[in-house]
């Protein structure tokens, strides 16, 4: 299966600057359908920027960025909305949007602008509601929420779009322990389930060594190792990516690597 | 949970549709208050055989009544509805799109640049050459130019950033009034004029004024409406909007061109009314929701009835003397918001509790 899934999402020789310094600096990734990628790595180290070249929000300095095969920006927008979704950090709400109107945003691409949302839409939003568990929910305004409710309505949202290709900026951002498991659980079944390609970023190393099949450990903006957790999740990458020793051992249950942190290097 | 879901979202169209029909219904009231309220005043049911089936034949009073009914009245209070209608479309507009509240149709420097204009052609006599023209004419060009201004000095790149578009509304709106107040002390013996001018009021509305708004008003109206959706994913902020498959930049563009002419028909015929459009977006928001397909058209009809209805008061309350309306919309509106303000901060609190 790997083999002909490799490279739906496409980065080669990719370079970034927000002005004057290289943020992202020949980065060359790949992410295949029917798994979930990780990108991990310390604060600035450039993986949110990384996400936002293949999402063609930010267009790459130099190199090239394809999903598909083809060039995101050559795309038109609802094209591009039907085919990937991000997900990252959203801004606090001004307005009280009802977590159903929120959700069903996310058909946006398939609706257009002018035709109004139609009974294979509602049940899209439906489907992505009830799967973050958001069913009571729903006539509430997002304003009234807490941010790890909000976090699963926007993860509804980006659920509901149906895309082939999900990049979510830290999915589990704000959410309780149960809901972190939950929330990998579904999009790693999205991934299986729907053939889909799913690049998350994550801070919880134990979590992407559970969930992905790939790790990008990203460092100063450049990929300091890739590969299966088992390659990549060591005491030896943690102390050189991260600057922090770290004890290293087979999870009990599934046999990947468990990181226990121990302290600042 | 099926049944609760699709229900939920059908009582709340339910409802959104009901009080849409009660706007619609309270301006035409208004509207009927309006044209039948003044110096002469004139019964509702009289009004309406006035002005479908005209003056009574052979009766001299009721041909004067005609007169002042059709070709004074109506043509102000259409004008009232038609202003209101676009100030509360545009605001809901702005509003949306700079996801502020306190976003108002004047961002772009409208108004001071249409006042640049009447002022100008004030001072210059324009009256000669344009005729029953003269003000709304070089107003509107005053407020295209302006418009026009900030919104390139905001794009770089094909990329307007709305940060820099809501600094440099702010920097050449009060460029542009110092300039005004300029031209006003220079122009010493006219300043009655201009202050008449930038106080805002609808006296001077003629049918035709309202044979070139209503047209105007109806097709960027309906467009603004198409923009609904666009302005929902917007709403949560440019980038979450990109994600979603839109084409930001274009949607923006269209966005800020469509309101920001909406609202300079609106002050070219009028002067800058002020608070319309601020208060009356924020208020529907508290009742309908933030959805824009239904925000937009009600605060277009929340914004007539509310100009109808001042303009009403400004000319009746103290008779002969006429109060700005702009007071009025201020001193009228500003206490039923804070209102609806309370109302949502008390319901807030014991949803909390």
């Not at chain 1, 490279?7 to 990734?29: A, K, N, P």
Request: with cysteine.
């Amino acid at each position: 299966m790997k083999d002909t899934s490799e490279g739906i999402v496409q980065l080669e020789g990719v370079w970034f600057s927000y002005g004057r310094r290289w943020v992202i600096q020949d980065v060359t990734f790949s992410a295949g359908a029917g798994e979930v990628t990780a990108i991990v790595g310390p604060n600035g180290a450039g993986k949110s920027t990384l996400l936002k070249i293949v999402s063609g929000f930010l267009r790459p300095g130099k190199g090239s960025s394809r999903v598909l095969g083809r060039d995101v920006a050559a795309m038109s927008p609802r094209e591009r909305g039907k085919l990937l979704t991000y997900m990252g950090a959203e801004l606090e709400p001004v307005f009280g949007f009802t977590v159903e109107e929120t959700v069903l945003l996310g058909r946006f691409p398939h609706t257009g602008a002018l035709r109004k949302e139609g009974p294979d839409d509602v049940a899209a939003a439906r489907r992505a509601m009830n799967l973050l568990h958001l069913d009571d929910l729903a006539q509430r305004p997002i304003t009234d929420l807490s941010s790890g409710e909000r976090q699963r309505v926007y993860l509804a949202r980006a659920l509901c779009q149906e895309t082939s290709i999900l990049l979510i900026d830290e999915p589990t951002a704000h959410l309780d322990m149960a809901y972190e498991m939950w929330v990998m659980e579904v999009l790693a079944r999205r991934a299986r389930d729907q053939n889909a390609a799913v690049v998350v970023i994550l801070h919880d190393l134990n979590l992407a060594a559970r969930f992905a099949s790939v790790l990008y450990f990203v460092r100063d903006g450049r990929v300091h190792k890739s590969g299966s957790p088992g390659e990549t999740v060591t005491a030896e990458t943690i102390r050189e990516v991260y600057g922090a020793e770290c004890y290293v051992f087979p999870h009990p249950e599934g046999g990947w690597p468990q990181v226990v942190p121990l302290r600042p290097a | 949970m099926t049944g609760a879901l699709s229900g939920g979202k059908a009582t709340g169209a339910i409802k959104k549709a009901w009080v849409t029909a009660g706007l619609v219904a309270c301006l035409s009231a208004a509207i009927l208050l309006g044209v039948g309220l003044g110096a002469v005043p004139v019964r509702p049911g009289e009004v309406l055989a006035l002005l479908f089936k005209g003056p009574v034949s052979g009766d001299p009073q009721s041909q004067v009544r005609w007169e002042i009914l059709w070709r004074l009245r109506l043509p102000r209070v259409l004008m009232g509805s038609l202003v209101g209608f676009s100030l509360g479309m545009a605001g809901a507009v702005m509003q949306g799109l700079f996801r502020n509240p306190m976003a108002d149709p004047y961002i772009l420097g409208v108004s001071s640049g249409a006042s640049l204009g009447a002022v100008t052609g004030i001072v210059f006599g324009a009256g000669r050459a344009l005729g029953a023209w003269a003000l709304p004419l070089p107003a509107f060009l005053g407020a295209f130019c302006a418009m026009a201004l900030v919104y390139s000095l905001a794009t770089w790149h094909g990329r307007t950033e709305l940060l820099t578009l809501l600094l440099s509304g702010i920097a050449l709106s009060s460029m542009i009034s110092s300039g005004v107040a300029l031209i006003m002390v220079l122009f010493r013996q006219r300043t009655e004029e201009i202050v008449f001018w930038t106080m805002g009021g609808l006296s001077r509305s003629s049918w035709n004024s309202v044979r070139v708004s209503l047209p105007y008003v109806l097709v960027l109206g309906s467009l603004t409406w198409l923009l609904s959706r666009p302005l929902d994913a917007l709403a949560f902020g440019e980038e979450a909007a990109f994600h979603l498959g839109l084409d930001v930049e274009k949607s923006k563009r269209l966005a800020l061109f469509i309101a920001s002419l909406l609202t300079a028909q609106a002050v070219a015929f009028t002067g800058p009314i002020g608070f319309v459009g601020l208060v009356v977006p924020h208020a529907v928001r508290l009742v309908m929701g933030p959805a824009h397909r239904w925000l937009v058209p009600c605060s277009g009809l929340a914004g007539a009835c509310l100009l109808v209805l001042s303009d009403l008061l400004a000319r009746t309350l103290v008779p002969p003397a006429e109060i700005p309306v702009g007071v009025i919309t201020a001193m009228g509106g500003a206490p039923f918001f804070l209102y609806l303000l309370f109302q949502q901060r008390k319901r807030g609190r014991g949803a909390e509790s």
